[in-house]
């Protein structure tokens, strides 16, 4: 490595090592270029981290304690006792393997890594500054993938009993109350996870449902499992300050102008995220930056400066590390000279909540806007095998096509495994497969897969396992 004040040369300079970034270097050196990745924290981002995979262990840690202590299935009774350090002791090699994963695939892709903060300082050079010293780089494209932090409230800052999703997820014990304040994908998994374990939970959310970004018939199946594990929702509530002690902390809130308080061991705050644009030196290199702090790109993922590419949770659209990992990809092939550009029809949206939902494409709303006349068919759990088997026959799919054509636009699941069933249904629409095709499509039974050939059928008005 060359020191000091010599500028090192490398083709790909990429800033981030999350999802997106790691996958946008490792694309780039397959491709022939030289490649060097530079983070501030952990290879592998937020989401190995901090965020997807150590709450998805967690999530799983508490429907097996769920299982333990009930009688889930008839004739099998089980007693459980939990040892939470342990659990989070596991959690923690959990992330540890897919980071150390990660190190791995890099490093056997030749991508140098430096660990150390980045700001441009000219149009084609970064000054990288690790803990013992600073590094010059020169490069040719630049791919930005800094991603982005919780929000902070301002009457509620991180600190002490009030918690973002990142110290949720690390706590020592499992707390006897947890009041969380945001009632998306976030605060409805870590809510969930933490009354299976025990909590007394209490969801404040602004707008008139959970999980606003979903479809109402879905979210409420939600909202009834979470009334199973006694979790007060609050609706169309606002949140207003709160008021800490030795024993708690009280969050006070209107709802329809009544004032309330709750008083709990601690107050997650889970209303959004803030993208990581500042102390880059954007500005310097004239790359422009939006009033929320997003940059703006084009259909490869190029900014205004058009050697500078931006993915993941800096460019507008869903923040997720999939959609990441994608736009990496094509900024990549774009900087190799392929004719590689971002389509989002086909990205799917999971909450790992119970039952879990999933959704890819249009949803019902909107394939009647650009559709006018559209065929719908929805196909329950409670009429599959399989599903009833598991004794999991909560849920439903549905896919959405366009009556004129017959080809499928849009699909929602939800139920066990709803997360995986998905796939099939993304890969059908990015095919352009109609429901003709989905229902002549064999599928095994006894499966949950095969109720997308069922939903299918009910939308060709040819059911054979439900009533029309």
Known sequence: MVVGELTEEVDVL??????????????????????????????????????????????????????????????IKTTAELDFSKVQTWKQTVVDKMTGGVKTLLKGNKV????????????????????????????????????????????????????????????????????VIGGGYVGVELGQAYAKFGAKVTIVEGTDSILPLFEAQLSRLVMRNLKKYDVDVFTNAMAQS????????????????????????????????????????????????????????????????????????????????????????????????????????????????????ASVGLNEAEAKDQYGEIAVGRFPFAANGRAVALQADAGFVKLIADQATGVLVGAQVIGMEASNIIAELGLAIELSATLEDVALTIHAHPTLGEMVMEASEVALGSPIHVVR
């Open 14 to 75: 990429v800033i981030g090592g999350g999802p997106g970034g790691y996958v946008a270097a490792i694309r780039a050196a397959q491709l022939g270029k030289s490649v060097t990745l530079v983070d501030k924290a952990e290879l592998g981002g937020v989401c190995l981290n901090r965020g997807c995979i150590p709450s998805k262990a967690l999530i799983s840690a508490a429907h097996h304690y769920e299982g333990a202590r009930e009688e889930v299935f008839p004739g």
């Open 112 to 179: 140098n890594v430096l660990h150390g903060e980045a700001f441009f300082s000219k149009p084609n050079e970064a000054r990288i500054m690790t803990e013992t010293e600073g590094h010059n780089y020169r490069f040719n494209d630049a791919i930005i993938a800094t991603g982005s932090r919780p929000i902070e409230l301002k009457s509620m800052p991180f600190k002490g009993r009030v918690l973002s999703s990142t110290e949720a997820l690390t706590l020592d014990h499992v707390p006897s109350s947890l009041i």
């Open 242 to 357: 709160v008021a800490e002690d030795d024993t708690g902390v009280t969050l006070s809130f209107s709802v329809k102008g009544e004032e309330k308080q709750v008083k709990a061991d601690y107050v997650l705050v889970t209303v959004g995220r803030r993208p990581n644009t500042e102390e880059l030196g954007l500005d310097t290199i004239g790359v422009k930056v939006n009033e929320r702090g997003l940059i703006e790109v084009d259909a490869q993922c190029r900014t205004n400066v058009p050697h500078i590419y931006a993915i993941g949770d800096i460019v507008p659209g869903a923040a997720l590390a999939h959609k990441a990992s994608y736009e990496g990809k094509v900024a990549a092939e774009a900087i190799a000279g392929h004719a590689s550009i971002v389509d989002y029809r086909c990205i799917p949206s999971v909450v790992f909540s119970d039952p879990e939902i």
